[in-house]
């Protein structure tokens, strides 16, 4: 295990005092009173929780994601450890050290693809050390996934998390982001991503979130995929207790493909809430956005879709579609797509369901002698097989199988 321990250079000094400056001047969204934010109430939201600096990535407990990886890079509080060893061509590393080590890049990339006019990407931007820095050089063929891990030590802290991941062109790799606690107790997680996939690259990308489920998460993920390059991302949303999450892919060349595929599974009083942004700037640029969801108990989610094409972009096809199903009758989902289409040659669709179990089926199947429980999990099941069924069969398919079905585990208990 190799622990990282870099100063800031002055390129991220700068950004850091200028990030500061921003969000002083920023105005703090209010329920109900900024677009976007009509469904996620900030007002128990504890900022003045102190920023989490000591951590051992050491202690972070063994999960199945990262089982495999050829190098998985662990942050808990400041403190950021890598074990394994890069293939050629790839480069993982902190963040901050890749701002000295690799300041073309980093200075090239970083910030540009979030919203810096977001009030919590600005605080991540104040805020973060450490980090995750993943570059794969131009044709390499990474053969074994990357793990990027953040680790929240411990609750009443605030953990920023900041990834920047460059797949240069005609590269292959397979990235797996991490998101865990080590307690129950409240925290705040404030993780900022964004994803830069080169001309003809193919890039699989797996985001899991697994924090404590009174642990608020606010934070951004962004991609941007070049011509003829290929982004199939996999987010799973499995624990958290209330927040908001920005999911973005933008399409920038010509044959440009985005696949996203996104499992949540909620229970108790989890609020998730997921904005998901398709934007093609680019003709002949293909996105498929899934998006389902499991709620039990009290639990809401929320997920708003945009498909925005720009002038020009023609014969693009997009779709995007949320099916949510409610396991208890005290659960409550919203599903809101939306098209911003400036082009006349395209194909958009989009889709939107959610449901309660269906009785007759449950009859139907308790009729057969399965007790009530291993019914409605067997419809559970059959629901969740279409996200599992979007991968290709292989360990990448049976991962996100594996993290699904332990969470179920859990909401239907």
């Known amino acids: 295990m190799t622990q990282v321990v870099s100063a800031p250079s002055v390129f991220l000094t700068d950004r850091r005092a200028a990030a500061g400056e921003r969000g002083r001047a920023l105005e703090f969204p209010s329920y109900r009173g900024r677009p976007g934010w009509e469904f996620t109430s900030l007002?128990?939201?504890?900022?003045?929780?102190?920023?989490?600096?000591?951590?051992?990535?050491?202690?972070?407990?063994?999960?199945?994601?990262?089982?495999?990886?050829?190098?998985?890079?662990?942050?808990?509080?400041?403190?950021?450890?890598?074990?394994?060893?890069?293939?050629?061509?790839?480069?993982?590393?902190?963040?901050?050290?890749?701002?000295?080590?690799?300041?073309?890049?980093?200075?090239?990339?970083?910030?540009?693809?979030?919203?810096?006019?977001?009030?919590?990407?600005?605080?991540?931007?104040?805020?973060?050390?450490?980090?995750a820095f993943v570059h794969v050089a131009r044709g390499t063929q990474v053969d074994g996934p990357i793990a990027l891990r953040v680790h929240q030590p411990a609750a009443g802290q605030q953990q920023p998390f900041r990834v920047l991941v460059v797949i240069?062109?005609?590269?292959?790799?397979?990235?797996?982001?991490?998101?865990?606690?080590?307690?129950?107790?409240?925290?705040?997680?404030?993780?900022?991503?964004?994803?830069?996939?080169?001309?003809?690259?193919?890039?699989?990308?797996?985001?899991?979130?697994?924090?404590?489920?009174?642990?608020?998460?606010?934070?951004?993920?962004?991609?941007?995929?070049?011509?003829?390059?290929?982004?199939?991302?996999?987010?799973?949303?499995?624990?958290?207790?209330?927040?908001?999450?920005?999911?973005?892919?933008?399409?920038?060349?010509?044959?440009?493909?985005?696949?996203?595929?996104?499992?949540?599974?909620?229970?108790?009083?989890?609020?998730?809430?997921?904005?998901?942004?398709?934007?093609?700037?680019?003709?002949?640029?293909?996105?498929?956005?899934?998006?389902?969801?499991?709620?039990?108990?009290?639990?809401?989610?929320?997920w708003s879709g945009m498909i925005e094409v720009v002038p020009g972009a023609q014969k693009i096809d997009a779709f995007q579609e949320s099916r949510n199903l409610l396991v208890s009758k005290k659960a409550h989902a919203d599903a809101i797509p939306g098209l911003e289409i400036l082009a006349n040659d395209v194909r958009c669709t989009h889709a939107a369901a959610i449901s309660q179990l269906d009785t007759d089926q449950q009859f139907y199947l308790q009729s057969r002698g399965l007790d009530e429980t291993a019914a409605k999990r067997l419809m559970i099941e059959g629901f969740l097989t279409a996200t599992v069924q979007r991968f290709d069969e292989g360990p990448f398919r049976d991962l996100v199988a594996g993290a699904i079905d332990r969470r179920l585990e859990a909401v239907l208990a």
């Open 43 to 131: 007002e128990k939201l504890d900022l003045s929780l102190p920023v989490a600096v000591e951590g051992d990535p050491g202690q972070a407990p063994e999960i199945a994601e990262a089982d495999g990886a050829v190098v998985t890079l662990t942050q808990s509080g400041e403190q950021v450890d890598i074990t394994g060893t890069a293939p050629d061509g790839v480069t993982v590393t902190s963040l901050t050290e890749a701002a000295n080590s690799h300041p073309e890049l980093v200075e090239q990339y970083l910030g540009t693809l979030v919203d810096e006019e977001d009030v919590f990407v600005t605080r991540n931007d104040a805020l973060w050390s450490g980090g």
């Open 168 to 302: 240069e062109d005609g590269a292959t790799a397979e990235v797996r982001e991490l998101w865990d606690s080590a307690d129950d107790g409240e925290a705040i997680l404030l993780p900022v991503t964004e994803i830069i996939v080169g001309h003809g690259a193919h890039l699989r990308y797996l985001s899991v979130q697994e924090v404590s489920e009174k642990t608020w998460i606010l934070g951004a993920q962004r991609a941007a995929v070049a011509g003829s390059a290929v982004l199939d991302w996999a987010v799973l949303g499995l624990g958290g207790g209330a927040g908001r999450v920005h999911l973005d892919v933008t399409l920038d060349g010509e044959g440009a493909e985005a696949r996203v595929t996104g499992a949540t599974a909620t229970r108790g009083r989890q609020h998730l809430d997921y904005a998901t942004k398709q934007i093609h700037t680019a003709p002949r640029s293909v996105s498929d956005l899934a998006f389902r969801g499991i709620l039990n108990g009290r639990s809401t989610t929320v």
